[in-house]
């Protein structure tokens, strides 16, 4: 797999787990780099289960919620699985009020979204 900028891409038996880079994803360019990273995981290199561990972030923008419902959208057209872990309330506050906790997958830790799939 090429280099990522913006994330940390780890492979744990089948399961692909993928750390940000970034503390605070905010600004455009970060989030369509980030998107473009994410999605070539699943389209390009063929991961079908892939784990997003956000225990390095402290904020996410709407924008970057956008690009994660694209990509439920491109893993599920791939017969995969999405899982996401390690959410600070903070955010995982977002995640309820948009009601996206019922769209997604959330575990609390790594090895219990790992023992998930």
């Known amino acids: 797999m090429a280099a990522h900028r913006r ?14 880079r970034d503390r605070r994803i905010l600004d455009e360019t970060s989030i369509q780099e980030l998107g473009q990273e994410l999605f070539q995981l699943i389209e390009e290199y063929g991961r079908k289960k892939l784990l997003l561990n956000f225990s390095s972030v402290e904020f996410l923008s709407s924008a ?16 995969g699985k999405l899982k996401l872990t390690n959410i600070r309330a903070e955010i995982l506050e977002v995640f ?16 219990d979204a790992l023992a998930s799939f």
Do not use: N, P
């Open 64 to 79: 970057a919620l956008g690009k994660l419902i694209t990509l439920d959208k491109k893993v599920k057209a791939h017969t």
């Open 7 to 20: 994330l940390d891409v780890s492979e744990v038996g089948d399961v692909t787990v993928v750390r940000f």
């Open 96 to 111: 309820h009020i948009t009601k996206l906790h019922k769209l997604f997958d959330i575990r609390d830790d790594e090895a």
